[in-house]
């Protein structure tokens, strides 16, 4: 993605709580043809010997998993784009009337090679840490069902995990405005919408 280097997001810490707050991703890999297809999916972040892997599921019934598993000989690079909280920026914000409207947001671009999980006990442990990242409260229903019940929810999945090997975090949080204006833009998006409220926490939280 384009990436002036002021809009860079390099923190670790900060990527893994927007991560961690915007689980949702858009997992970008070839189909049978070789055309990109996407699937939505939540993915949660585990670290495993200084390496990145973001891990999630996806319905047996679709077909991206059977793709992306042939596939993976290759080493194919997949692409999972995290979007997090957005906003408009409006010029009255600044200083000088000579300026135009922008848009302040949060993404993070994660690429890597996939490894499919279809074990069933490596399945189950996998559910339990998006469940326990999610809501732990639930962990206990879902221990108590019915043992061919979770055999065929189970079945009906399969797990993956994506070796990041390379990663893209940016925070476009009007970085290249003076220190008064991003002090408007903050006050201004924090009397808005839920979504302009996170992009002026965002902005608190970087120290802008």
């Given at each position: 993605?384009?990436?002036?280097?002021?809009?860079?997001?390099?923190?670790?810490?900060?990527?893994?709580?927007?991560?961690?707050?915007?689980?949702?991703?858009?997992?970008i890999g070839p189909d049978a043809a070789g055309q990109a297809f996407v699937s939505h999916l939540p993915?949660?972040?585990?670290?495993?010997?200084?390496?990145?892997?973001?891990?999630g599921h996806m319905a047996r019934a679709n077909p991206h998993w059977a793709w992306l598993s042939a596939?993976?000989?290759?080493?194919?690079?997949?692409?999972?784009?995290?979007?997090?909280?957005?906003?408009?920026?409006?010029?009255?914000?600044?200083?000088?009337?000579?300026?135009?409207?922008?848009?302040?947001?949060?993404?993070?671009?994660?690429?890597?090679?996939?490894?499919?999980?279809?074990?069933?006990?490596?399945?189950?442990?996998?559910?339990?840490?998006?469940?326990?990242?999610?809501?732990?409260?639930?962990?206990?229903?879902?221990?108590?069902?019915?043992?061919?019940?979770?055999?065929?929810?189970?079945?009906?999945?399969?797990?993956?995990?994506?070796?990041?090997?390379?990663?893209?975090?940016?925070?476009?949080?009007?970085?290249?405005?003076?220190?008064?204006?991003?002090?408007?833009?903050?006050?201004?998006?924090?009397?808005?919408?839920?979504?302009?409220?996170?992009?002026?926490?965002?902005?608190?939280?970087?120290?802008?």
């Amino acid at each position: 993605m384009y990436q002036p280097a002021h809009f860079r997001l390099q923190d670790d810490a900060q990527i893994r709580h927007l991560l961690a707050t915007q689980p949702l991703a858009a997992v970008i890999g070839p189909d049978a043809a070789g055309q990109a297809f996407v699937s939505h999916l939540p993915l949660t972040l585990l670290e495993e010997g200084g390496q990145w892997l973001l891990e999630g599921h996806m319905a047996r019934a679709n077909p991206h998993w059977a793709w992306l598993s042939a596939q993976m000989a290759r080493q194919t690079e997949v692409l999972a784009v995290f979007s997090g909280p957005s906003a408009y920026v409006s010029p009255r914000h600044y200083e000088h009337e000579r300026n135009v409207p922008t848009w302040n947001y949060l993404a993070v671009h994660a690429y890597g090679t996939l490894d499919l999980v279809d074990e069933a006990p490596a399945k189950d442990a996998l559910l339990k840490r998006l469940i326990q990242q999610h809501e732990p409260g639930y962990a206990a229903q879902w221990r108590g069902l019915a043992e061919d019940f979770q055999s065929r929810l189970l079945a009906a999945i399969v797990g993956f995990r994506l070796r990041v090997t390379r990663l893209e975090a940016k925070a476009k949080l009007s970085q290249n405005r003076s220190a008064l204006e991003r002090q408007r833009i903050q006050a201004g998006l924090s009397e808005g919408s839920a979504s302009e409220q996170a992009v002026a926490q965002w902005m608190q939280r970087l120290g802008l």
